[in-house]
């Protein structure tokens, strides 16, 4: 087993006074070498939006964007002709594909939004740009993990252009579970939202992130309520 460990105060650190963004990966103005990806997941953004603000319209083009609302309602709105409000407890998934534009904003006029924008890197380029919105109402389970994203469009939840599954789950204090990977060559990146847990014998709290990988399961000990988000992701070559 080999891990890398993301403590919440080592992110990078953007605050535009309308946003305010931490970055576990080199994203624009914030380039770590030794952080620049896990695999195949390329960006997790954890960002607050103050109240009527947003990101105008801007492209992406060949990649897997996941929007995880934890607080407050996003608006999207793009060339596909999507016009919708992302609100906390739904899971929103674009590929980017041959090019897409698009705006988000913060829908609410009086509290700040929070939310985690998640890139992977796709396995296929050039697709047909898509967009999907879920609601995890009808597929989250209490103290257990549920998948709510995977590569295979039959399973519940979303999917994306890449082997990669991801989970999320809110527990209570003294909780123990096991992971087991869907493919062994994958790694895991594990994020802790909320809460203070040990991973892999390692201790995280809120926000702090690790990576393992050359490992088929991980063990989860719950040391305090927790809210967990994980990715299980392509890492052929993983160093960092």
């Given at each position: 087993?080999?891990?890398?460990?993301?403590?919440?105060?080592?992110?990078?650190?953007?605050?535009?006074?309308?946003?305010?963004?931490?970055h576990?990966?080199?994203?624009?103005?914030?380039?770590?070498?030794?952080?620049?990806q896990?695999?195949?997941l390329?960006?997790?953004?954890?960002?607050?939006?103050a109240?009527?603000?947003?990101?105008?319209i801007h492209?992406?083009?060949?990649?897997?964007?996941?929007?995880?609302?934890?607080?407050?309602?996003?608006?999207?709105?793009?060339?596909?002709?999507?016009?919708?409000?992302?609100?906390?407890?739904?899971?929103?998934?674009?590929?980017?594909?041959?090019?897409?534009?698009?705006?988000?904003?913060?829908?609410?006029?009086?509290?700040?939004?929070k939310?985690?924008?998640i890139?992977?890197?796709?396995?296929?380029?050039?697709?047909?740009?898509?967009?999907?919105?879920?609601?995890?109402?009808?597929?989250?389970?209490?103290?257990?993990?549920?998948?709510?994203?995977?590569?295979?469009?039959?399973?519940?939840?979303?999917?994306?252009?890449?082997?990669?599954?991801?989970?999320?789950?809110?527990?209570?204090?003294?909780?123990?579970?096991?992971?087991?990977?869907?493919?062994?060559?994958?790694?895991?990146?594990?994020?802790?939202?909320?809460?203070?847990?040990?991973?892999?014998?390692?201790?995280?709290?809120?926000?702090?992130?690790?990576?393992?990988?050359?490992?088929?399961?991980?063990?989860?000990?719950?040391?305090?309520g927790?809210?967990?988000?994980?990715?299980?992701?392509?890492?052929?070559?993983?160093?960092?």
């Amino acid at each position: 087993m080999k891990t890398v460990l993301h403590k919440a105060e080592s992110r990078g650190h953007a605050n535009h006074g309308w946003l305010n963004s931490y970055h576990s990966f080199s994203f624009a103005n914030y380039y770590n070498p030794e952080r620049m990806q896990f695999g195949a997941l390329r960006v997790l953004n954890d960002d607050t939006i103050a109240a009527g603000t947003g990101f105008g319209i801007h492209p992406h083009d060949n990649m897997e964007i996941i929007s995880i609302p934890l607080h407050g309602d996003l608006e999207h709105k793009d060339n596909m002709g999507n016009t919708t409000v992302i609100k906390e407890g739904d899971i929103q998934v674009m590929s980017a594909g041959t090019g897409i534009f698009h705006s988000e904003y913060n829908h609410n006029k009086n509290k700040e939004g929070k939310f985690l924008q998640i890139w992977v890197l796709p396995n296929q380029k050039h697709v047909p740009p898509r967009y999907d919105q879920i609601s995890l109402k009808n597929i989250e389970k209490e103290n257990e993990l549920y998948q709510f994203l995977s590569p295979n469009p039959e399973d519940e939840g979303v999917w994306v252009y890449q082997q990669a599954w991801f989970s999320m789950g809110k527990f209570d204090t003294n909780k123990q579970f096991e992971y087991h990977l869907n493919n062994e060559t994958n790694g895991l990146y594990a994020f802790v939202i909320e809460g203070d847990v040990t991973i892999a014998g390692m201790s995280l709290g809120k926000r702090d992130g690790i990576g393992i990988w050359e490992s088929s399961s991980i063990q989860i000990n719950v040391i305090e309520g927790a809210h967990l988000l994980l990715m299980e992701i392509p890492v052929s070559n993983q160093t960092h």
